[in-house]
């Protein structure tokens, strides 16, 4: 029966049977050529940078990450989004991404919606993607998150069709490195109206698109 808990249960067997597939998968990966996040630019058109405090060490034990960057980038009229970037140099040994929503439970925030975003031209090249959003809410404070699986030449919204691609280019290629790309953006307290935040969280993700893959290969 395709019933939902169907499909959910044929995703969990799905991802279980890749875990198992890569940690048994043991051939050495080629290094890969990639600048180190640190390097990441502070400066991104008219946006700017302020870094936030290092993750926790428990935090990095959990997320499993090779690299990773957390900063916050604000506009000259103050309009501010957060950026995370993870990086897994190979996801042979159970440091598999997994999407930000295993976490935000945790952390106090609920999802509220969620859905999928068509991203046009969002390179300056003609490049469309399709990525996660979702609006996710604590108390009163809301904002619009943004996020994809980056690497390998391809940018995915599913994590069930990013855990799929990662077995075939483990087979394929000898490659299972990957990366979390996501951005927040706090809806403004006294309005419900979404859009601003949503169309911010578009323009900088237009703006770092370009330079991703140096850094996300």
């Not at 279980?16 to 630019?41: G, H, K, M, T, Y």
């Not at 916050?72 to 190979?90: E, R, T, W």
């Not at 999407?99 to 969620?114: D, I, K």
Request: hydrophobic fraction near 40%; glycine fraction near 8%; charged fraction near 20%.
């Amino acid at each position: 029966m395709n019933t939902p808990l169907a499909r959910a249960a044929a995703i969990c067997l799905m991802l279980a049977a890749a875990s198992v597939f890569l940690s048994n998968a043991r051939r050495p990966e080629a290094p890969l050529q990639r600048i180190p996040l640190s390097q990441f630019p502070m400066n991104i058109g008219n946006w700017r940078a302020e870094v936030d405090p290092p993750l926790e060490e428990s935090v990095l034990k959990v997320l499993g990450v090779d690299d990773y960057l957390s900063r916050a980038y604000y506009k000259p009229d103050g309009a501010g989004v957060g950026l995370y970037l993870g990086f897994y140099g190979s996801q042979r040994q159970g440091d598999t991404i997994h999407s930000p929503l295993n976490c935000l439970p945790g952390a106090g925030w609920e999802p509220t919606s969620e859905g999928r975003l068509q991203l046009d031209n969002v390179d300056g090249a003609g490049r469309s993607v399709t990525v996660n959003r979702y609006v996710i809410q604590k108390g009163l404070d809301r904002n619009v998150v943004l996020y994809w699986y980056h690497g390998r030449g391809r940018v995915v919204a599913s994590e069930y069709w990013s855990r799929a691609y990662l077995v075939r280019d483990a087979l394929l290629t000898n490659r299972t490195n990957g990366s979390l790309v996501r951005v927040i953006v706090p809806v403004a307290s006294d309005t419900q109206d979404l859009g601003p935040a949503q169309r911010l969280a578009e323009e900088f993700v237009r703006g770092i698109f370009p330079t991703l893959d140096s850094y996300l290969p």
